[in-house]
């Protein structure tokens, strides 16, 4: 009995940290209509800060009103006015990848400013020593802090949103704003005021839990901590205090009972108690019941310009010729980079096809990646040592699971719709890494032994496919570059098709697409099988550029990253996916270690060179941060910019005539790959600014004499102009107009 009581009292406390946490998300979520996916990092970077407070000397108390009561405020508000006030009429993706943006850009931030590998502890309220024993069960003061803060929050919140007027104002700024203007209110005050309050209580959940959770503060685990209160928040639909306040005390009570009551030394229970939070979450999302379809379709800002076939084709070829003629320039290290970038372009084209054409979201993708990964390292591995290789019948077999795992995992989900979707995508991948990816005993099924990720890694070899070998670096990278190019045409075919305009209409309308006989199960299960399959052989293919990959490789976080650099570059483009395949694979990677190497090699700069690697990693953040101001990508603007200078065909020509002079320099040695690549990216970002001013020149100096001080200012240089278009004499071209003599008190004016 003592041990259920005291597993209770702990599950209690537990669920009363995750009510605090998820109680901020409902605060946010009812006053902007934006899911806070950087909650958990927020709560972090509170509890370093207070942790850093503690170890100036700062007195508990002190510390903790710094950070809650002035820090989180500012850090929530600051939020809402630089970011979150500009992303309305976005899409749900756009509104998702930008607080995965501040997600990944605090952790970033936390993990430049405070060093990973240093251990850091937060101590417990009064001491681990003050303690009160009620039947037998020891209860600290710090757990009876917890319980009654939450307990308080949640009393709180239900009186602000149900008995003042200042709860009203708050849920109308997310249903009506203009409304709410009409009545004399400010929304935007309003929704910063409850960011304000979120961030508050994020920070405080994050400094509550830290203690109870054994006091090590790492800012990955922490974050992945507090996003367990997910499942809560949605157990009140993010709507309701009092369910959020019972959902948060069933999932810690839950979460403290596996491991009361499961075997301790099994590995199973340790993961199952992990994954516990998200298993919650996937089954809630499933079980409550949803909003209705929404009859209208949704104009958002995002623009896309889905490509021919037959320009697909084109672009197709000249990018396999042109990653072949910079292959020339690489070493083999930088060859076997470039491959993984495209290995990752090509499951970011399941991001494309799944979120850009049907408007379903997927938070996981590397989760499909690790499946087909699995399978066809156990399934078509031949051969052993250095002489092992994958064969086709390997990859092909992963490829169908991966779309069969996708195919069960939209089947429960496929009455949910943008965020609820997202969620149960990302409680997907959470419980594939938990539970799948860290299995590393040995089972036995049918007489058969084996061991999913045997030593917590697999080494997976290099393809074989008939005669084409792909151990040389060279020729998986152009292997990889043709296999996304063919995928790229298809998907083009695929938008233009009947298939494809079904799917234009789900994402434009659910409702009218259903009433005009459209089978919406059929098509998001298509889909989301498609989209797995091509992720699969993406994961496949980029494991095998690794060599050895284990649960790291296919992390939450690695998924957001890729999922966020497609929405930066125009996720319904195709040469988006490619642009932020290659920005995840290889961009911010490359630099970052070639950085290090800096550092290590110049030990008299290395605390720049180190800076300017955290510098990379947090300004990647801060353009996803950015999107919402530019939401169709970065791809469209430089398409449009390309567009616009078609006749400007000398500043093309001169271009591409650099380009061939740079090569051969780059070729010969004369500049190095890093000069010619950078001049290269230069160029490209450049040339429509140059082709602009071109045009602009060239209109002036061809503007029709009757169009003279219409389309331009009238100048003396214009008049001149126009004098001698007209054949006027030099004399007629100097009379001006002069103002009339004023008139003299008691003179007549004479008028003709």
């Keep these: ?34 899911f806070n996916f950087a909650h958990g990092a927020q709560a972090m970077f509170g509890t370093f800060l207070y942790w850093q407070f503690t170890q100036w000397g700062w007195p508990t108390w002190l510390a903790l009103v710094a950070v809650v009561g002035v820090v989180g405020p500012m850090m929530g508000a600051a939020l809402h006015a630089a970011i979150m006030k500009g992303l309305r009429g976005t899409a749900d993706v756009t509104k998702i990848i930008v607080t995965v943006a501040v997600l990944l850009g605090t952790v970033y931030l936390a993990q430049w400013l405070w060093d990973p590998d240093e251990p850091y502890t937060v101590e417990m309220f009064f001491g681990a020593g003050s303690k009160i024993t009620i039947a037998g069960v020891v209860i600290r003061f710090h757990e009876i802090v917890c319980l009654v803060a939450a307990v308080a929050i949640a009393v709180g919140l239900r009186l602000l949103f149900t008995r003042t007027r200042m709860g009203v104002v708050m ?52 974050t992945l901590l507090v996003i367990d209160a997910f499942a809560a928040a ?32 099994s590995a199973i229970t340790g993961n199952l108690r992990v994954s516990l ?29 889905p490509p021919s076939v037959r320009s697909a084709a084109v672009w ?98 496929v009455r949910l ?88 209409a789900m994402k434009d309308s659910p409702a009218a697409s259903a009433m005009l006989g459209q089978n919406l199960v059929r098509l998001k299960l298509s889909v989301f099988m498609l989209s797995a399959a091509i992720a699969g052989l993406g994961g496949v293919l980029m494991s095998a550029a ?50 290090s190497d800096l550092a290590l090699s110049h030990e008299g700069l290395s605390d720049v060179y180190g800076a300017l690697g955290n510098l990379v990693l947090v300004g990647t953040a801060l353009v996803g941060m950015g999107v919402g101001k530019n939401p169709s990508g970065v791809v469209h603007d430089i398409a449009d910019g390309y567009r616009a200078i078609r006749t400007a065909r000398p500043v093309l020509y001169g271009a591409g005539a650099l380009g061939v ?7 010969t040695g004369v500049v190095n790959v890093w000069t010619f690549s950078l001049v290269a990216i230069c160029v490209v970002f450049v040339l429509p600014v140059v082709g602009r001013m071109y045009l602009d020149e060239g209109k002036n100096r061809a503007t029709p004499p009757e169009l003279l001080g219409v389309d331009e200012p009238y100048t003396d240089e214009l008049r001149a102009r126009l004098d001698r278009e007209l054949g006027l004499p030099a004399t007629v071209r100097a009379v001006r107009f002069a103002e009339p003599a004023p008139v003299e008190k008691g003179e007549a004016s004479v008028t003709a």
């Design 1 to 34: 009995m003592t041990t259920f009581l005291t597993y209770t009292i702990l599950g209690l406390v537990l669920g009363a940290v995750y009510s605090i946490a998820a109680s901020g998300l409902v605060l946010t979520y009812n006053t902007s209509g934006i």
């Design 171 to 222: 849920r109308g700024s997310v249903d009506d704003p203009d409304l709410l203007r009409l009545n004399g209110h400010d929304p935007e005050r309003a929704a910063m005021t409850a960011w304000a309050l979120g961030s508050t209580l994020a920070v405080l959940a994050g400094v509550l839990i830290v203690p109870i959770s054994g006091g090590g503060l790492d800012a990955n685990m922490l």
């Design 234 to 265: 949605m157990f009140g639909r993010l709507r309701s205090i009092p369910r959020t306040f019972v959902g948060a005390m069933v999932l810690g009570l839950i979460a403290n009972y596996v491991l009361a009551y499961l075997p301790s030394a």
């Design 277 to 305: 939070p998200m298993i919650l979450l996937f089954v809630v999302l499933v079980v409550l019941p949803q909003d209705r379809l929404r009859v209208a379709a949704v104009r958002t800002r995002e623009r896309y310009r």
């Design 316 to 413: 197709a070829l000249v990018l396999v010729g042109v990653v072949f003629l910079y292959s020339l320039l690489l070493t083999d290290g930088g060859v076997t980079t470039l491959a993984l970038g495209m290995t990752f372009a090509i499951i970011a084209l399941s991001l494309t096809v799944l979120t850009g054409y049907a408007g379903e979201l997927n938070l996981a993708p590397l989760s499909f990646a690790a499946v087909a990964t699995v399978v066809a390292y156990h399934f078509g591995v031949n051969g052993s040592g250095l002489a092992a290789r994958l064969g086709i019948d390997g990859i092909v077999l992963g490829v169908a699971v991966a779309a069969l795992v996708g195919g069960l995992v939209a089947l429960p989900a």
């Design 417 to 504: 719709r943008g965020l609820y979707l997202a969620l149960a995508t990302l409680a997907f991948g959470e419980f594939l890494s938990n539970m799948v990816l860290r299995d590393t005993t040995e089972h036995e099924w049918f007489g058969v032994a084996f061991t999913l990720f045997p030593d917590g890694s697999l080494v997976v070899p290099p393809p074989k496919v008939g005669p084409l070998d792909l151990r040389d670096g060279r020729t998986f990278l152009l292997t990889a570059t043709v296999l996304f190019a063919l995928i790229a045409i298809g998907l083009a075919a695929l938008r233009g098709s009947g298939y494809g305009r079904r799917l234009a």
């Design 546 to 595: 690794t060599g050895t990959v284990a649960q790291e490789n296919f992390t939450f976080i690695g998924s957001l990253s890729l999922l966020m650099l497609v929405v930066v570059a125009g996720i319904g483009y195709l040469s988006g996916a490619l642009f932020g395949g290659l920005m995840a694979g290889v961009g911010s990677a490359v630099l970052v270690a070639t950085f």
């Design 661 to 667: 002079v740079l090569y051969v320099l780059a070729v």
